[in-house]
C-alpha cells in the first residue's frame, strides 16, 4: 500500500473519506461474467433451442395469459 495514501487518506472529510471507501469496496466485488463467457453461454443456450435440447416456453409461460377483451 502506497505509504502517501495511508498517511493523507484519514485527512480527508469525512464525507470523502466515506467515497474512498466505497470505492475501495466496490473494487472488490467480482465483476460477473466477462463478454468471451457471456457469448458462449449465449450460444449454447441457442443451441439447445435449435436442436431441441431445450424446448424453452411459450410466450403465456413467459408473461401470463394475455388479458385482451373483445367486443
Not at 40 to 52: E, F, H, I, N
Request: proline share 8%; no cysteine; charged share 30%.
Amino acid at each position: 500500500m502506497s505509504a502517501y495514501l495511508a498517511e493523507e487518506a484519514p485527512s480527508l472529510p469525512p464525507e470523502q473519506r466515506q467515497q474512498l471507501a466505497q470505492l475501495l469496496l466496490d473494487s472488490l466485488k467480482d465483476p460477473g461474467l466477462i463478454d468471451d463467457e457471456v457469448r458462449a453461454l449465449l450460444k449454447s443456450r441457442l443451441d439447445d433451442l435449435r436442436s431441441g435440447k431445450d424446448p424453452g416456453q411459450t410466450f403465456e409461460q413467459v408473461f401470463g395469459e394475455p388479458d385482451i377483451k373483445r367486443q
